[in-house]
Every structure is written in structure tokens, then in C-alpha cells.
T-cell receptor, first 111, second 115 residues
Framework: GQQLNQSPQSMFIQEGEDVSMNCTSS?????WLWYKQDPGEGPVLLIA?????ELTSNGRLTAQFGITRKDSFLNISASIPSDVGIYFC???????????FGKGITLSVRP | GAVVSQHPSWVICKSGTSVKIECRSL??????MFWYRQFPKQSLMLMAT?????????EQGVEKDKFLINHASLTLSTLTVTSAHPEDSSFYIC???????????FGPGTRLLVL
């Protein structure tokens, strides 16, 4: 079945640094979504991408839908302590198909 | 916009009892709702897809008689864990899709502990 690869499992950065997370797939997707999950909470949608090559920003966050439709990245600039959490990428092939999730990357930010 | 709520946020029950979890879309209509289960330090595992007015579609390995799903309206879906056992203890999260959109919005989750 479809799988999304996110690595590494954990990332540790210093407050103020930029960080980039990548998500790759063996199959193509028509929608890429990036979510952040805090402990004990549901995932919160950060950015949604619907078109190959699309580059979208949301505050300090920027995400891109890869041209091949098999990858996406999320960039966080000038990190702050509240950026700590688990970042999941998710892909979807069609409007009626289910989301496929990556395993998530746990981000830690040192003050 | 696109707010999804879940109730209760946490529940503790005795083994053998049934537990109902509600998922509501507060400011939009959701033709499709999804139920996920998440174990500690793991990703979300889709249990079933629920469409308003029709039977839910369960993922392979998920017992439909144990996890009853009812999508009674465009703003409410319920998941009932019947005859719960300790191994059913988990974090259950629902999500909802806005009509004609492809993005899923998640609820805050319900933590179930079965003693």
C-alpha cells in the first residue's frame, strides 16, 4: 500500500533556528497536508497543498508540493519554543480517498 | 472556522461496558467523518470512514460489531466501543471533511482507559 516516509523520527534545534522537514512517497498524491500534534491533542492543520509545484506560507511556516507529486517539505523559520510537537505529513490521491499519514517527526526546540 | 469537537475528552470505564464517543463539526457540514486510533508515539491509524446516512466503511482488521459508528447528521458522528477491554485503551480521534473539500479537520481526541 501507499506509504509516506518521514525522517528522522526526532529533531532537536536551537530557538531561532530554521528547520526543514521532508516527506516522500513511492506513489503520487494529489493533495499534501501538514499537521502538528501537541501531546494529548488532535492534529491541527498547518498547511494544505493541492497543486504540484505549489508553495504556500502560513506565518513562519512554508510548505511545497513537489513537482513529481511524490514529495513535500515543510520549513519552519525562526523557531520558537511553542513549535515543539509532532509534525505529520499526509497525502491523499483523490477526493474520496483516505489520507495516508507519515509516522511523524518530533521536534524539540532548545531555548 | 472548521472546528471539530469531541466528547468526552477522556473516559475511564470498567471492562465489559460500552462507551460512546461523539464527534461534531461545529461550524460546517461534514458529509464524511473519519475515526482514527492512535497509540503512544505512533501515527494515526484509520479505523473507519463514515458517510452521513449510510453505513460506515471499516478498515481491514477493525471489527465493525465492536466499534459501532453512526453518522446521523451532517454534523454528528458517534463511535461506540462495545464490551470494552483493556486492549481497547487508546486515544481515539475523529476528523471531518467539508463538503466538496479535500482537507480533513481533526477533533481534540478522546482518551479511553479500560480497567
Amino acid at each position: 500500500g501507499q506509504q509516506l516516509n518521514q525522517s528522522p523520527q526526532s529533531m532537536f534545534i536551537q530557538e531561532g533556528e530554521d528547520v526543514s522537514m521532508n516527506c516522500t512517497s513511492s506513489s503520487i498524491f494529489n493533495t499534501w497536508l501538514w499537521y502538528k500534534q501537541d501531546p494529548g491533542e488532535g492534529p491541527v492543520l498547518l498547511i494544505a497543498l493541492y497543486k504540484a509545484g505549489e508553495l504556500t506560507s502560513n506565518g513562519r511556516l512554508t510548505a511545497q508540493f513537489g513537482i513529481t507529486r511524490k514529495d513535500s517539505f515543510l520549513n519552519i523559520s525562526a523557531s520558537i519554543p511553542s513549535d515543539v510537537g509532532i509534525y505529520f505529513c499526509a497525502g491523499r490521491y483523490g477526493a474520496n480517498s483516505k489520507l495516508t499519514f507519515g509516522k511523524g517527526i518530533t521536534l524539540s526546540v532548545r531555548p | 472556522g472548521a472546528v471539530v469537537s469531541q466528547h468526552p475528552s477522556w473516559v475511564i470505564c470498567k471492562s465489559g461496558t460500552s462507551v460512546k464517543i461523539e464527534c461534531r463539526s461545529l461550524d460546517f457540514q461534514a458529509t464524511t467523518m473519519f475515526w482514527y486510533r492512535q497509540f503512544p508515539k505512533q501515527s494515526l491509524m484509520l479505523m473507519a470512514t463514515s458517510n452521513e446516512g449510510s453505513k460506515a466503511t471499516y478498515e481491514q482488521g477493525v471489527e465493525k460489531d465492536k466499534f459501532l459508528i453512526n453518522h446521523a447528521s451532517l454534523t454528528l458522528s458517534t463511535l461506540t466501543v462495545t464490551s470494552a477491554h483493556p486492549e481497547d485503551s487508546s486515544f481515539y480521534i475523529c476528523s471531518a471533511s467539508i463538503v466538496s473539500a479535500e482537507t480533513q479537520y481533526f477533533g481534540p481526541g478522546t482518551r479511553l482507559l479500560v480497567l
